[in-house]
């Protein structure tokens, strides 16, 4: 028997390579170390130890088409994330009506999908008018921390949007969250929404219900914070549901609206001052509807402007003031 070295030839070790493990096809050997496909021009080197290790060697055309493979996967991607990012901008822009957004971008000075709602709450005061368009008039300043009026007024700042009434959501008030004091003046106040939670401690709105309107706006406010409301204009005001959300206010102001009784009053056992202006009662029933509401336990003012304030003889107005102190104001207009 001959050795190796006798017959000048290297013995083929089991574990070297012979069919290429990539495509099938028979192995050439280019040295003791180095065995190639000429099928797929893999190459299969032999270490030291025997235990074969793999080396891909591409040819110029392959390698550009793999090149190619990476480059159209990076577009795929970089389009999908692109349109993903671009999705998300637009479904946030479009959380908001035209006129509101055109108002968040020129006050926060950024576009409408970068508007977080940690901004939305910054802003404490905001007052919507129509006037040949929507003005804007809001503060980041809490209204209540200013004992001097005439300084916060320094903080107001104002916007005007010209657009159309279809422009507009009401609805698009729900985002503001961190309002302390919110006036609508713009009509229809029940087609609003406000914030799901919020910490508003006045409300101003103006105009009674639409047509179709129903007394929903107030639901979502807030009893341990609200403390003032008032509803100006209120000519169309039928429906006085609302009302059993309100019997925590400590300030009312009622305008224009007509009033049979007292009983929509009934509850407010909270409520400070009242203000009935230029509201509508019958004559025979004026003296019964005030008395009913001098008799709220904490009212400590009773005012009352217009044509209602003749229905009071001056026999019965020297007896108010004699029982009640004061606590009654009547501004015969």
Not at 107 to 115: F, H, T
Not at 123 to 137: A, E, H, N, V
Not at 295 to 321: H, T
Request: charged letters at 30%; a negative charge; one cysteine or more.
């Amino acid at each position: 028997m001959k050795d190796q070295k006798s017959t000048g030839k290297i013995q083929k070790s089991e574990k070297e390579p012979s069919v290429c493990e990539s495509c099938g096809g028979r192995l050439e050997r280019k040295s003791p170390y180095l065995y190639c496909c000429p099928s797929c021009g893999m190459e299969y080197y032999i270490s030291a130890n025997r235990n074969h290790k793999v080396s891909v060697r591409l040819s110029a055309g392959k390698m550009v088409l793999i090149c190619a493979a990476i480059a159209i996967a990076v577009t795929a991607a970089a389009v999908l994330g692109y349109q993903y990012y671009t999705g998300r901008m637009v479904m946030s822009a479009s959380r908001f009506s035209v006129i509101v957004r055109d108002f968040l971008m020129e006050a926060y000075e950024k576009p409408a999908a970068e508007i977080s709602p940690e901004d939305l709450s910054e802003m404490k005061y905001l007052k919507i008018q129509w006037d040949k368009g929507y003005c804007f008039t809001y503060s980041y300043e809490d209204y209540y921390e200013y004992e001097d009026k005439g300084r916060y007024e320094r903080t107001l700042k104002t916007i005007t949007v010209k657009g159309n009434r279809e422009d507009f959501s009401p609805t698009d008030v729900q985002y503001f969250t961190g309002l302390t004091r919110l006036e609508l003046y713009t009509g229809a106040w029940e087609n609003y929404i406000l914030p799901e939670e919020n910490v508003l401690r006045c409300i101003y709105c103006v105009d009674g219900l639409s047509k179709y309107g129903t007394p929903e706006f107030f639901d979502r406010v807030n009893p341990d914070t609200l403390e003032e409301v008032a509803i100006l204009d209120a000519g169309e005001l039928t429906d006085f549901a609302f009302m059993e959300n309100l019997k925590g206010v400590k300030r009312f102001l009622l305008e224009k609206a007509a009033i049979d009784s007292g009983d929509a009053f009934n509850g407010f056992d909270e409520l400070e001052e009242l203000a009935l202006c230029y509201v509508e009662m019958e004559e025979e029933d004026a003296v019964t509807i005030m008395e009913q509401l001098l008799s709220l336990p904490s009212l400590k003012r009773l005012y009352v402007e217009g044509k209602a304030g003749w229905y009071i003889s001056q026999e019965q107005w020297e007896e108010w003031q004699q029982r009640y102190k004061g606590r009654i104001t009547l501004e015969r207009v």
